[in-house]
């Protein structure tokens, strides 16, 4: 979609690449733009969304303002959202951000969502039909794996490239595990075709953790299980004031069953949600050094700093090479210096310097090699970031540079988050990382203990109903969630449950359930 419809539409469209095409960077942006006007105003928009439980930006971009009277609505619908106290002070400044249309000056300035390519590529395909045939022409097969976390505008533009020709499309899944949002507002996501072949046999799975994990599965599917493991699953039975004992019995767990022994051993700890929540145990609260795998180089003023927050043993020099020219095209654009009517990219930069001035080139590349030296050794570039610009436009403003690399996001690996999310066990040698359910899909694990987490009401509770053998209606996306936690582990799958909630408690007669249903109950 990038690659061949979205970034030439934009091209074709304002006559420059995009900068970035990232959801998160672009609402990051978006909301720290809605943060530069008067913190209250902020405040109050933040107050109102959490109310919602939404974001700032999609209750502020659903306010509809009504001129005549000074107020805004949610929605356009219900009563007045401010009061006369409030009026003037919030309705004006409400309505000055409204009037700047963030959304559009985002994508102009080059950054984009998944959304906005997804609607650039449809564009491209219906201004240029031509381009259907370009692509038959091109591509015989279509292979779409994880297709049940396909979205419905993303199958429409496979449709409208491929239906009613010679292209063979091929989409593998399991739609148990579709645990992504899709971009679209309510996605039907992925019909199977009636003729479908259905995989039954399962390398991975035990036979006692297949028959679990068909409990949670929201759509009947059979699956053959490995029968050369017969560990049973469990689940750990705790009380509030026992949560730092449940690691430490999974550990133990491990020892054993000698599975630190098994070659290539992986062990997960897992959780639905990463964040920390005042109303419930979410994973920090298991393991309180858990951080959450958050970018944080726009923290940072100069690039030395910036890629401290980075393991470098995943940068390599050509990272390094891009990271310096993307801060110097982006320079260029901040200053509305073109390559004729388009912004310059790597190529077209040194392209241009070579064959207008040899010797700016000679020295442009040899800065290049310095400044790449002096980021792999962790010195301080800003003199020699200077001096590169200033080979490129003579009349050098420091104050944009600054301001280019304060605000020029890295994406590499955390270091602090890969070290602080990893567990290490003595004696024996071995660990164990934690990690959010989605991080995880698509991994195998030799063992796996799933904690139950808190959002809304806490996870694995609402779904015992179902461990029991019951059947259990809604909550498809906990379950889903929860599908693709139990299926991960080969030999040990750990769940980890409250034994008392607000509003009730584990039984003995529940646990006498779980235990002939195929679960060790093991209470702390």
């Not at 951080?291 to 003023?301: I, R, T, V």
Request: charged fraction near 30%; hydrophobic fraction near 35%.
């Amino acid at each position: 979609v990038d690659k061949f419809l979205a970034i030439p539409m934009y091209i074709n469209l304002l006559g420059y690449k995009p900068e970035r095409i990232d959801t998160n960077l672009f609402y990051e942006k978006y909301e720290n733009i809605l943060k530069s006007y008067h913190e209250s105003v902020y405040g109050w928009l933040s107050s109102r969304a959490s109310e919602r439980q939404i974001s700032v930006i999609k209750f502020f971009e659903n306010l509809t303002l009504d001129d005549a009277k000074s107020v805004f609505k949610y929605n356009n619908q219900g009563k007045a959202l401010l009061t006369e106290k409030n009026k003037s002070r919030f309705f004006k400044t409400i309505k000055t951000i409204k009037d700047r249309d963030i959304e559009k000056e985002l994508r102009f300035s080059g950054f984009l969502t998944y959304r906005h390519c997804y609607g650039l590529a449809l564009k491209c395909i219906h201004d240029y039909p031509n381009i259907i045939d370009v692509f038959r022409k091109r591509f015989k097969y279509v292979f779409i794996d994880e297709a049940q976390d396909t979205d419905d505008i993303q199958f429409r533009i496979i449709q409208e490239l491929f239906e009613e020709c010679q292209v063979v499309i091929q989409k593998i899944g399991d739609n148990n595990q579709a645990i992504f949002n899709f971009t679209g507002q309510k996605a039907k996501g992925w019909k199977i075709k009636e003729d479908n072949i259905e995989i039954k046999n399962t390398k991975r799975l035990s036979i006692p953790i297949a028959e679990q994990v068909l409990k949670i599965a929201c759509l009947p599917q059979v699956l053959c299980g490995n029968d050369s493991i017969e560990i049973k699953p469990i689940i750990f039975l705790f009380e509030d004031n026992q949560i730092e004992q449940v690691i430490r019995r999974f550990t133990n767990l491990i020892v054993e069953h000698d599975l630190h022994l098994v070659q290539n051993s992986i062990f997960k700890i897992v959780g639905g949600v990463g964040k920390k929540n005042e109303n419930g145990h979410t994973l920090p609260s298991y393991y309180p050094d858990y951080k959450k795998d958050e970018n944080n180089s726009l923290d940072f003023d100069n690039l030395t700093e910036k890629l401290n927050q980075f393991d470098n043993t995943n940068i390599k020099p050509k990272d390094y090479r891009n990271i310096i020219l993307g801060v110097v095209k982006e320079y260029l654009k901040r200053k509305k210096m073109k390559n004729g009517e388009k912004y310059f990219t790597n190529s077209t930069l040194l392209k241009h310097l070579k064959e207008n001035n040899e010797n700016s080139y000679n020295v442009f590349k040899l800065g290049l090699l310095e400044i790449t030296t002096k980021l792999i050794l962790k010195q301080c570039v800003k003199v020699q970031m200077e001096n590169l610009v200033t080979i490129v436009d003579i009349d050098f403003d420091s104050l944009i540079l600054e301001s280019v690399i304060k605000n020029y996001k890295l994406e590499f690996d955390s270091k602090e988050n890969n070290k602080s999310n990893i567990l290490k066990n003595e004696n024996p040698q071995f660990k164990i990382e934690i990690s959010t359910i989605h991080k995880v899909k698509g991994e195998t694990h030799t063992a796996t203990l799933v904690l139950e987490t808190f959002n809304r009401a806490y996870d694995l509770f609402q779904l015992l109903e179902l461990l029991k053998g019951k059947n259990k209606s809604g909550l498809e996306a906990k379950k889903k969630l929860i599908y693709v936690a139990m299926s991960r582990a080969t030999h040990l799958l750990c769940l980890a449950i409250h034994k008392s909630q607000k509003k009730s408690t584990i039984t003995s007669d529940d646990i006498e359930i779980l235990e002939a249903n195929g679960f060790r109950i093991i209470e702390l």
